[in-house]
C-alpha cells in the first residue's frame, strides 16, 4: 500500500512540473498547458466564412453569360457605393443577370445547404450516431409525400409547400409518438421510430405516385423529387429565408446544450439540461428548417450526413465551433454542386442527383477517417 | 444540523416488483459513504434517486432539507454532481471541453463560457494532476485519465457533493488506488462523496461509512471497520468460500479458493 502511495506522489510530481511557475501569476500560470492544448479558435470558422463570400462571388459570375469577378466587384461598387464603372446600359444588364436571376438562386443553394447540413450535424450530436442525417426521424419521406400530395390534390403553390412541411413534421410526431407509446425514452427508439415512420411514407408517396395522372402529375412529382434549384425565384428566397434563419439561430444558440446531450441523457440532466424540453426544441426546429428545404427545391440527400462529417474532421467535434462552421461549408458546398449541376452538361442536370453522385464516393472516403473524430 | 440526504420510506418499482421497498437513510456533510451490494440490489438506482435522475414510487428525499423534485434541475447541478461510470459513447471531445461542461448549470442561456468558466477548468485539472491531457480527445485517453476527467468535470461544477456509480470500473489495479487516493485527498478537503462499489476493500480504504444493501433494504449500516468484516461479505454476496482474514486488518476478507493456498509460503 504505501509503494503504491509513493507511485501516486511521483506522478503528482510530474504533473507538477508541467507548469513552469505553479506559484506564479495567476494568468501565466496555465500558459504552457494552454499551449498542449492546441486550440484552433475562430479559424476554421473564419476560414469557412471567407471561403463562402469567395465561392459566392465567383459563381455569381458562372454561367452562359461569364462574368468576371473583378467586375462584379466593381458592380457593387457602382451600385451601393456610387462610383462610376459601367454605362447605365450595361448596368442594368449586370443588374438583371446577378441580382435578378443568379442571385435568388445562389441565396437558395446556400440556405439549403445550410439547413440539411446544419440539422444534420444537430441529429448527429443529440444521437451520438455518425450516420444520422435529416432523413432520420423520416422527415425528408414525410416532407416528400407532402409534396407528391400537394402536388396531386392542390392547386396553389403556396398549399404544397404547407403539405411539404406538415408531412415533415407529422413523419417526426410519428417518430416521437412511437418512442413515447413504449415509454422507453430512449435514443434507439427514437431512431427506430424515425425507420418507421420514414418506411411508412415511403410507402405512401409510392401510393400517391400510382394514383397521379401519368401525363402531367407524375413527372412533376419525380422532377421535384430528384431536386432542382430552378424552382427558386425571389419571393419564394425570401419567404423560406426568415423560418429558416429563425431555425439554424435557434440550433447555433443550443450548441453547448447539444455537446452535453451527446454525454448521454443522465449526464445531461446531471448537468442542469431539461433534456426532454431541449431535444425536442431541436428536433422541431431541425425538421422544420430540412422539411423547408424539401418545399423549396425537391429532395437535396447526402448533404446533411457528409457536410457535419468532413466539417468535424477541421474543427473537432466541439459544437460550439462545429455547427457554425458547417452551416457556412453547407451553403458553399450547395452552391459549388448547383454550379456543377447547371454548367456541367449542356443542359442542367437535378441538383440531388448531382449531391448524391459526389455523396456517396465522400461518404466512403470520409467513413474511413471517421473513426477519428468518433473514437 | 440540516443532513444532506434525509431519505425515508422510498420505494422505487420500474414495473410491478419493487427494486426499493421502504428505504431509510439519512447522509450528513462530509465524509465518504460507501454502498455496497451484490448486483440487483439496488445499489445505482438508490444512487440515481439520490440524484433525482429517478422519481420515487413512494416515499419522499430531501436535499439539505428541501424536497428533490421541487429542486430545479439548474439548481441541483449546483448542489450535487454525478460522477458516472466511465463510458465511451461520447464524441472525441478535448478533455478541456468535457470538463468546461461542468460549468453549464452556471452559465446563462445567452452567454458563452467565459474567461471566469475557463480559468475554474484549469484549476480543476491541474488539481487532479491532469493538466497535460486537456488537449487530448477524451477517446483516446485510458479509462483512469477518463474516470479522473468527469471527476474534473465534477469538481468544475462548484459543488461540494461527489455521487460516483462504480468509479473504479474497468481500471487496472495501479489506477483503482489512484484514483482512491485522489478521491479520499478530495475528501480531506471536505468534499462529500457517496459511491458504490462492487469492492468492498474500497470502502474500507477510503470510505467513513459503509452501507450495505440487499433486495432493495439496507441490511447494515456502520463504520467500515464493523461493518465490512469477513462474516458480513460471506453473507452479503452468499460466498461459498472461507475468507481469510489478515492480521492487521480484522475487515474485509480475501477468499480462500484452493485449500490452505494462501499459507503455503
Not at chain 1, 409518438?177 to 431512431?191: D, E
Not at chain 1, 473537432?316 to 450547395?334: E, S, W
Amino acid at each position: 500500500m504505501s509503494a503504491s502511495v509513493t507511485a501516486v506522489e511521483e506522478t503528482h510530481d510530474k504533473a507538477g512540473r508541467l507548469h513552469p511557475e505553479p506559484g506564479g501569476a495567476e494568468q501565466g500560470r496555465f500558459a504552457f498547458a494552454r499551449v498542449l492544448r492546441k486550440g484552433k479558435g475562430s479559424l476554421p470558422i473564419i476560414g469557412s466564412a471567407l471561403s463562402l463570400l469567395v465561392v459566392m462571388l465567383f459563381s455569381l459570375g458562372l454561367g452562359k453569360y461569364p462574368i468576371s469577378p473583378r467586375e462584379i466587384l466593381q458592380f457593387l461598387c457602382q451600385k451601393y457605393f456610387g462610383a462610376a464603372f459601367f454605362p447605365a446600359d450595361r448596368m442594368s444588364l449586370l443588374n438583371s443577370i446577378l441580382v435578378e436571376i443568379r442571385l435568388p438562386r445562389i441565396l437558395a443553394a446556400a440556405l439549403i445547404g445550410s439547413a440539411l447540413s446544419t440539422s444534420g450535424a444537430a441529429f448527429q450530436a443529440m444521437f451520438v450516431n455518425p450516420l444520422v442525417s435529416p432523413s432520420l426521424l423520416g422527415v425528408l419521406a414525410g416532407a416528400s409525400f407532402g409534396a407528391a400530395l400537394g402536388i396531386v390534390y392542390l392547386k396553389s403553390w403556396y398549399a404544397v409547400q404547407i403539405a411539404t412541411f406538415l408531412g415533415g413534421l407529422i413523419a417526426v410526431v410519428i417518430a416521437v409518438g412511437i418512442a413515447r407509446v413504449y415509454r422507453i425514452n430512449s435514443t434507439i427508439m427514437l431512431v427506430l421510430g424515425g425507420i418507421i415512420s420514414g418506411a411508412l411514407f415511403t410507402s405512401l408517396l409510392s401510393l400517391v405516385k400510382y394514383l397521379a395522372d401519368p401525363y402531367n402529375q407524375l413527372p412533376a412529382i419525380v422532377n421535384w423529387l430528384m431536386g432542382s434549384l430552378t424552382f427558386s425565384d425571389r419571393s419564394m428566397v425570401i419567404k423560406s429565408s426568415i423560418p429558416i434563419c429563425l431555425g439554424l439561430l435557434v440550433l447555433l444558440l443550443f450548441s453547448r446544450h447539444l455537446n452535453v446531450l451527446s454525454m448521454g441523457d443522465e449526464e445531461a440532466r446531471s448537468l442542469g439540461v431539461n433534456v426532454q424540453r431541449v431535444r425536442l426544441l431541436v428536433i422541431f426546429c431541425a425538421t422544420v428548417i430540412s422539411a423547408l428545404t424539401v418545399a423549396m427545391d425537391g429532395m437535396i440527400g447526402w448533404v446533411g450526413l457528409i457536410i457535419p462529417h468532413f466539417t468535424r474532421m477541421i474543427t473537432g467535434p466541439d459544437n460550439q465551433k462545429l455547427i457554425p462552421a458547417t452551416l457556412l461549408i453547407g451553403a458553399a458546398y450547395l452552391i459549388v454542386v448547383d454550379d456543377i449541376s447547371r454548367l456541367a452538361f449542356s443542359y442542367e442536370i437535378p441538383i440531388g442527383i448531382v449531391t448524391a453522385l459526389l455523396g456517396i464516393p465522400c461518404f466512403a472516403l470520409v467513413l474511413r477517417n471517421a473513426r477519428k473524430g468518433w473514437g | 444540523m440540516m443532513s444532506l440526504f434525509e431519505v425515508d420510506s422510498l420505494s422505487f418499482a420500474y414495473g410491478s416488483a419493487p427494486l426499493i421497498d421502504g428505504l431509510k437513510l439519512t447522509i450528513g456533510e462530509g465524509g465518504v459513504v460507501a454502498l455496497l451490494g451484490p448486483n440487483g440490489s439496488g445499489k445505482t438506482t438508490l444512487l440515481k434517486l439520490l440524484l433525482g435522475l429517478l422519481k420515487p414510487t413512494r416515499g419522499v428525499i430531501r436535499l439539505r432539507g428541501k424536497e428533490i423534485h421541487e429542486i430545479g434541475r439548474r439548481e441541483l447541478a449546483r448542489q450535487l454532481a454525478y460522477v458516472p461510470q466511465v463510458h465511451r459513447e461520447a464524441f472525441g471531445f478535448h478533455v478541456f471541453d468535457v470538463v468546461l461542461m461542468g460549468r453549464m448549470p452556471h452559465s446563462s442561456f445567452f452567454s458563452r463560457y467565459g474567461d471566469k468558466d475557463k480559468q475554474i477548468v484549469w484549476e480543476a485539472l491541474e488539481k487532479l494532476g491532469i493538466l497535460h491531457l486537456a488537449g487530448r480527445p477524451y477517446t483516446e485517453i485510458s479509462g483512469g485519465e477518463r474516470q479522473l476527467t468527469l471527476i474534473a468535470r465534477a469538481l468544475a461544477q462548484g459543488v461540494r457533493v461527489f455521487v460516483m456509480d462504480e468509479p473504479t470500473n474497468g481500471l487496472d489495479y495501479g489506477n483503482q488506488v489512484r484514483l482512491l487516493e485522489r478521491v479520499g485527498r478530495l475528501a480531506d478537503e471536505g468534499y462529500t462523496f457517496v459511491f458504490t462499489s462492487h469492492h468492498p476493500e474500497h470502502a474500507l480504504a477510503i470510505a467513513d461509512r459503509v452501507v450495505m444493501m440487499q433486495s432493495g433494504a439496507i441490511i447494515r449500516d456502520g463504520a467500515p471497520l464493523s461493518t465490512v468484516t469477513p462474516e458480513r461479505l460471506a453473507e452479503l454476496y452468499g460466498l461459498p468460500a472461507r475468507l481469510f482474514k489478515s492480521e492487521m486488518n480484522k475487515g474485509c476478507g480475501i477468499p480462500l479458493l484452493r485449500h490452505g493456498a494462501a499459507y503455503h509460503f
